[in-house]
């Protein structure tokens, strides 16, 4: 164990084995359906919880973890030996987990916890958690970790196609006109983050057309800045994203450890079935 624990919530979309690599622990989102509640990552896959929505014909609920979980992850870093520790959240605009993890710290007073809010999300605010580690580990004091985790977090960037506006009108988020004209069209609207929240960036016709359009955005963003870091996203579409790789390995020069990532789903049930994405982290 480092000096120093590095701490997330699930909706920061971290591989197991890149979590357990780096040794940082996310606290789960809980699922709900019904009487019935999962755990992200713990108990529930997004095809696992899509398989439920499909049968089941309705969303689920998604809740922050308890200031009692975080307390339970405070006190497992620190009893393994850990003298402080830093947890970045999912953006407070979309989450209370951030709240949750300030009440915890303040039941823990003589506890040296920082917590951060990440104003972004998944591999997002993964990527902030792996540059705090990554820093902690190059023997790097706690205020210079924040300091180059929040530096990453600035230029990261975000970019995602949605497969379908079903899932959308499920939650009450889409009109069911508006939805029905899209999906007669053919539309994939274009998400992105901003202001710490995701937002539709526009609309285009065709999945053929998005992931082109992806590509376009992932280029424009990283002009004559090379990209450092690399996750594709994706919920329960594993076969397209293995087709969009390529399509984006062709047009743009990504790491030679780009990995896939599930969005996770205290993020993919607001975002449905189908989505594919892009996480980057640009050079300064």
């Known amino acids: 164990m480092l000096p120093i624990a590095v701490i997330t919530d699930s909706d920061a979309s971290i591989p197991a084995d890149i979590a357990a690599q780096y040794d940082i622990r996310q606290v789960p989102i809980s699922v709900q359906f019904g009487a019935q509640t999962f755990e992200s990552g713990v108990n529930i896959s997004d095809q696992e ?11 689920p609920t998604t809740a922050a973890p308890t200031a009692g979980k975080y307390v339970e992850a405070f006190e497992a870093a620190f009893g393994s030996g850990a003298q402080a520790v830093l947890c970045f959240c999912v953006s407070s605009k979309v989450s209370a987990s951030y709240q949750a993890a300030i009440t915890a710290r303040d039941l823990m007073p003589n506890r040296d916890i920082n917590v951060i809010d990440s104003n972004t999300l998944s591999m997002g605010q993964g ?34 196609a ?8 499920m939650g009450g988020r889409a009109g069911a006109i508006s939805a029905g004209m899209a999906t007669l069209f053919n539309v994939k609207p274009i998400l992105t983050i901003k202001d710490g929240k995701l937002e539709l960036l526009e609309r285009v016709r065709t999945q053929s057309r998005a992931w082109s359009h992806l590509i376009e955005l992932v280029a424009q963003a990283s002009t004559g800045k090379p990209i450092e870091r690399m996750a594709l996203l994706h919920v329960n ?11 984006i390995s062709a047009g743009v020069s990504c790491p030679d450890d780009t990995f896939i990532a599930e969005l996770t789903p205290g993020l993919s049930v607001h975002a449905g079935s189908g989505v594919i994405g892009v996480v980057f982290v640009a050079s300064a």
Not at 49 to 55: A, I, S, T
Not at 162 to 169: A, G, I
């Open 49 to 59: 919880l899509f398989e439920r929505v499909d049968r089941d014909g309705r969303l």
């Open 127 to 160: 990527f902030m958690a792996i540059a705090a580690q990554e820093a902690i580990a190059a023997g790097k004091t706690k205020e210079a970790a924040m300091a180059i985790a929040q530096d990453a977090g600035r230029r990261t960037h975000l970019f995602a």
């Open 162 to 169: 949605l497969s379908t506006l079903k899932y959308l009108v």
């Open 237 to 247: 579409a594993l076969a397209d994203l293995q087709r969009f790789r390529q399509q």
